[in-house]
């Protein structure tokens, strides 16, 4: 689930800890858990993935680093 979130909480989740991956306009912040990648289908671990598109931010359920580097703004709600 990808859900419209303030930029004061995009922020704090920059802030907290140096981004696991930074691309353009979205990063992956905390680690979350460890579950089958839908990309790969292996065991990968998973972070707290922001987005920043069209003028709002998200965030959204934790994701792999496939499926981070694939997902497309598109796909944003």
Do not use: Q
């Amino acid at each position: 689930m990808i859900t419209e979130i303030t930029a004061e909480r995009y922020d704090e989740a920059l802030s907290i800890l140096p981004p696991t991956l930074w691309l353009a306009n979205r990063f992956l912040g905390d680690p979350a858990d460890h579950r089958l990648c839908k990309i790969t289908n292996e065991v990968l671990p998973t972070y707290s993935a922001f987005f920043f598109a069209y003028g709002r931010y998200y965030e959204s359920e934790p994701m792999t680093v496939p499926e981070f580097t694939k997902f497309k703004d598109e796909d944003l709600p």
